[in-house]
């Protein structure tokens, strides 16, 4: 009888599956191609040639070599390692930019949490980047298949109470109580520091209650959870007062609840030939074979994961396990044994012995005939559906947004070099496959050559009549003659140096197309050895890179994308979530605490990924900040206040970084923030009333002290002496600051750092270096103004003398 699974699809599951297994039949011959090469690229990249000489085992001699090189192992071990290291953990992975005025406000904490889910919770995420970059390169391409998971097990534990307790009344006697239900649940369930008892009723089952609780996870942080409860009295006779009450507890606890990624194997996904896209409209269907344990299975029925499973299906599932041996339905099966642990979605590695086989379906409801899908409202539609072909049973079929609300295929592909019009890829073996060949002919022929020469044949008189044309010519070997008249010595020509010759350009074209370089194998090139040829030369040999970086992060932007939507649509109504803050000032500062709800999520955001060729290299990283650091923090920069202290400060840290080193905090201290620099008439007034005034690093020096020293030359028989003494030190300090910003110049100067006459105005000193007279101290002015024939103010100590300019 066909099966209703609700929202009016009916079908006809026999059909059905006969679809299912024709339309994968039918696909694994369309791609059989790309499925049969993939081991020959695996063999070639991991170093694994199949055309190594096998000589018989009772011949010592090599008639000829069949040696290949590992140029495509090297192409690879210099690749994947780039690929890997694109990916920058101390920055955002995932970038975010919003789609909508609303969502301007709300992206620094959707992006905060997007990478917080990326790297803390999903599982093994470093290994699966890390495996899906090797697959890539190898094969050309890798599916990733992701989903939703939330995975609980089922705890039991046993407490044992006395049935009787002792109190006294107020006289002082002692006599026992029973222990009730109620006492035993506060003692279990309402610990005030760390769980609180919410509510608790018997169920229709004798002595078992059901307890809702909370339990506390943060300072202010509670979470409500359900435990089951039975009471059992456990009665001694003999010795009443030795009677106890065991109390069972039985709860649900998740164990994990989040997304979790899968890299396919190829061999295990299928999918009609030169489609150019895995999502509808452009594939009408895709099949994945999936191998599951029997107790998975069994959990997600009893979830109703599998909605259309009974236990009838359920029993002819158990019957057509696949066996160790064979790998095929097995007739007589094992018994299963159910575990208290009961693991929800996950993709666990099965054991052979309880393994099912079953297929994941994504189809569009027109690629199913009227005679399958007997109900169609005429509204174009994705469906997901679970085969278990051996059995001949159908698990589920539903729409696609009832499972994944954001109707997209949990599928997407990773790709290395493009395949036009497909949406699969090529690798670097299959690319440089035919180079390779050319390369270990060339090499064969030196080999074969130089044993010649090392192991030349020799001649001899044969002892009878024998035919020399039965006998092959080998290195080191005799070769019977009739005659001593026929004795010739063979002469060989030295074609030694046109063969390597020929090796190299060979090698060069596999260099240029493999996108193999001096840099990325560790080679100093013979460009000139400055900071800006450095730079250039490492950004034109990083560019074809680039462009495959872009091509993989294509892949990786889908489905980061299905990541989100999974989220949004899964996720807990609130999230607690850790943020590492790279610009703190301490250690403690470092992390920082936050929240999001579900609907403080973006909808549908823009998501881009940080994979940029610069993470890839140090060096690179290392001559771009340095050259960086050069060119912005010069005098002409800093006076024009186009580079301020803080970022000096991040040029220091983005130095240290490129050099690795992981302690950048406790090696260079954040400037403070300074205040704005002050007018020197408002200087006077402020210290007029009595307060110091710091001087300002951003200040005009010399305008600064020579208003100041006008004012003590012109006022100063009017000003008292303790706030004479406060603008003296103002200008002291200001003559001290303007003589160690100086000194600093002087010395990067001297170093070679900072050219003067290229970054200094005109070719020569700025303002203050051109009016030495700020160096000199506050009394040296004062003094030669009074040899100027200047007014002496009043308070100043008759023992100043007049200084030489």
């Known amino acids: 009888m066909p099966k209703n699974p609700g929202f009016n699809i009916i079908l006809d599951e026999k059909k059905l599956i006969q679809q299912v297994e024709a339309d994968l039949a039918s ?208 009665e001694n006779e003999e010795n009443p007062e030795q009677s106890r009450i065991m109390a069972e507890v039985v709860s649900v606890e998740v164990m994990f609840e989040g997304v979790r990624m899968y890299n396919l194997d190829y061999d295990h996904v299928y999918h009609p030939k030169d489609i150019v896209h895995l999502q509808a409209p452009e594939n009408p269907h895709i099949i994945i074979q999936c191998e599951r344990p029997f107790a998975e299975i069994k959990a997600r029925m009893e979830n109703k994961i599998y909605d259309m499973l009974t236990e009838a299906d359920l029993e002819k599932i158990r019957k057509n396990l696949l066996t160790e041996k064979n790998n095929t339905p097995e007739g007589d099966p094992t018994t299963i044994t159910d575990a208290n642990d009961d693991i929800q979605d996950t993709n666990k590695q099965p054991t052979a012995q309880d393994t099912v086989r079953f297929y994941e379906c994504y189809y569009s409801k027109s690629a199913l005939g009227k005679d399958i899908l007997k109900s169609d409202d005429g509204i174009e539609a994705e469906l997901i559906m679970t085969i278990f072909p051996d059995a001949e049973v159908v698990g589920r079929v539903k729409y696609l947004e009832e499972i994944f609300r954001h109707s997209i295929r949990p599928l997407s592909m990773t790709v290395f070099d493009i395949i036009p019009r497909s949406v699969l890829g090529r690798g670097l073996p299959e690319k440089l496959k035919g180079v390779q060949e050319v390369y270990d002919d060339v090499w064969n022929q030196v080999l074969n050559y130089g044993q010649v020469i090392t192991l030349p044949f020799f001649f001899y008189l044969a002892g009878g009549n024998m035919n020399s044309d039965v006998y092959k010519l080998r290195p080191g070997e005799g070769f019977p003659l009739s005659s001593l008249d026929d004795v010739r010595f063979p002469q060989f020509t030295n074609n030694l140096p046109i063969d390597f010759a020929m090796m190299q350009q060979i090698y060069g074209h596999f260099e240029r197309y493999g996108k193999i370089n001096d840099p990325m194998m560790g080679r100093q090139g013979q460009a000139r050895q400055t900071a800006t040829a450095t730079l250039k030369l490492l950004a034109e040999s990083m560019e074809s890179l680039s462009v495959n970086f872009e091509r993989y992060k294509r892949g990786w932007c889908e489905i980061f994308m299905n990541f989100w939507q999974l989220h949004r649509a899964y996720m807990p109504e609130r999230v607690k979530f850790r943020v590492f803050n790279q610009m703190a000032e301490t250690d403690q500062d470092r992390w920082e605490f936050m929240e999001i709800s579900r609907q403080d999520m973006i909808e549908h955001p823009d998501i881009d990924i940080d994979i940029t060729i610069e993470n890839t290299s140090s060096l690179f990283q290392r001559e771009l900040y340095e050259h960086l650091f050069q060119l912005f923090v010069n005098p002409v920069s800093i006076q024009a206040g186009i580079i301020q202290p803080h970022n000096i400060y991040h040029l220091h840290k983005k130095v240290l970084q490129a050099y690795r080193e992981p302690d950048e905090i406790n090696l260079i201290s954040k400037p403070t923030v300074m205040p704005p620099p002050v007018a020197p008439e408002i200087e006077i007034d402020m210290m007029m009333g009595g307060k110091y005034v710091q001087p300002n690093a951003q200040e005009n020096f010399q305008e600064h002290v020579a208003q100041h020293m006008q004012v003590l030359m012109t006022k100063g028989q009017f000003i008292p002496p303790q706030i004479k003494q406060l603008i003296l030190r103002h200008i002291k300090d200001t003559q001290q600051m303007a003589q160690y910003q100086n000194e600093m110049l002087q010395m990067s100067q001297a170093a070679g750092k900072l050219p003067q006459q290229a970054l200094l105005p005109h070719g020569g000193g700025s303002d203050f270096m051109a009016k030495p007279d700020v160096g000199r101290s506050p009394m040296q002015s004062y003094g030669q103004a009074l040899a100027a024939g200047k007014q002496n103010p009043q308070g100043v100590t008759t023992n100043v003398m007049p200084m030489q300019g």
């Open 27 to 234: 696909d694994r011959i369309a791609t059989q191609t790309y499925r049969s090469n993939r081991e020959k690229w695996q063999k070639l990249a991991l170093y694994r040639p199949e055309n190594l000489n096998e000589e018989d085992d009772t011949s010592d001699k090599k008639e000829e070599f069949h040696v290949s090189l590992p140029l495509i192992p090297i192409a690879v071990e210099q690749t994947h390692p780039r690929f890997f290291a694109a990916y920058n953990k101390l920055r955002p992975f995932i970038k975010m930019y919003p789609t909508s005025q609303g969502d301007i406000k709300r992206i620094d904490l959707n992006q905060k949490y997007a990478n917080w889910a990326l790297h803390n919770n999903t599982p093994h995420f470093n290994h699966l980047f890390d495996e899906n970059g090797l697959i890539t390169i190898i094969e050309g391409f890798c599916p990733v298949h992701q989903t939703w998971s939330k995975e609980s097990r089922k705890t039991k534990t046993r407490h044992f109470f006395p049935a009787t307790y002792l109190v006294s009344d107020n006289e002082g006697n002692i006599y026992p109580i029973p222990l009730t239900v109620e006492d035993i649940i506060n003692e279990l369930f309402n610990t005030q520091d760390i769980r609180k008892l919410t509510d608790y009723k018997e169920t229709k089952t004798e002595g078992e209650y059901k307890i809702t609780y909370q339990d506390k996870v943060d300072i202010n942080d509670w979470i409500n959870r359900t435990a089951y409860m039975r009471v059992v009295i456990e």
